[in-house]
């Protein structure tokens, strides 16, 4: 079994690496960050005796998606496919420049739909495959770009989850509430004031993560308590869900 991860080397990303190189699962990472991958890579190889192979590309461009389409449409027996990469902006949207605005939307946008686009042709053609998007709670809340992104994120793998249906093929989107990961401090999105029990583990996510897919579940909230709140929030009056997003600062925080 293969899977090719992108955004491996730290957060969830790196919870879903360890815990496939552990389960005997050959990987592909990608991720901009030459070094780090690479040593990620030789660690996940040794400690587990499988292949980790390093492909450094940057996501927010055309020339390193492009990579990695090609990597995927030359491997016609990936098993799985997991759209981790992503970031956040800490401003509201007229605070912003249009091309971190665009960037933010190639890779938790464009990057997904191509790679997806590239891999299920192989899978379908297979009978068997597995997507994994990695969403977020964002999906259900007015706050910024980041929570569009997610939204239609999640909306894109339900879409697939029809057309795909009787193929062997799944994909699942997986929507994490506050998770703890390096995505704020890289953000400089500072926190405070919020308790420890509203974080879950990355370890959590991933392992939730990979049990929906295998499941063929599409939406996976990882946490019983996240799972409420996303409840709430899809049956909550629309009009209560923004102002209470008023309430909250212009930034992109969950």
């Known amino acids: 079994m293969t899977a090719l991860i992108t955004g491996p080397t730290a957060g969830i990303g790196l919870a879903f690496a360890e815990l496939l190189a552990a389960e005997g699962t050959d990987l592909v990472l990608v991720a901009r960050d030459e070094a780090r991958l690479a040593t990620l890579a030789e660690r996940l190889g040794a ?21 990695v389409v090609r990597r995927l449409t030359e491997d016609p027996d990936l098993d799985l496919l997991v759209n981790n990469a992503g970031f956040g902006l800490n401003a509201g949207f007229l605070d912003t420049s249009i091309a971190d605005e665009e960037r933010l939307l190639d890779v938790l946008v464009r990057a997904p739909l191509q790679l997806t686009h590239a891999v299920l042709p192989g899978m379908v053609a297979r009978g068997r495959g597995r997507v994994i998007n990695v969403s977020s709670m964002a999906t259900w809340t007015p706050i910024g770009t980041y929570a569009a992104a997610k939204a239609w994120l999640t909306a894109f793998s339900e879409g697939l989850s029809v057309e795909l249906a009787g193929t062997g093929v799944t994909v699942t989107a997986v929507c994490p509430g506050l998770t703890r990961t390096e995505f704020h401090q890289r953000a400089d999105m500072p926190l405070p004031g919020i308790p420890d ?13 990979l049990r929906a897919a295998r499941a063929g579940q ?24 923004r102002g209470l997003a008023r309430l909250s600062p212009h930034a992109d925080r969950a």
């Open 47 to 67: 400690d587990h005796a499988i292949t980790a192979e390093a492909l450094p590309a940057d996501l927010a461009t055309s020339q390193g998606r492009a990579a």
């Open 197 to 209: 029990f509203a974080w879950i583990d990355a370890r959590t996510v991933a392992r939730e993560g």
């Open 218 to 241: 599409v939406v996976c909230v990882p946490s019983k308590r996240y799972g409420a709140a996303a409840l709430a929030l899809q049956v909550t009056p629309r009009p209560i869900v």
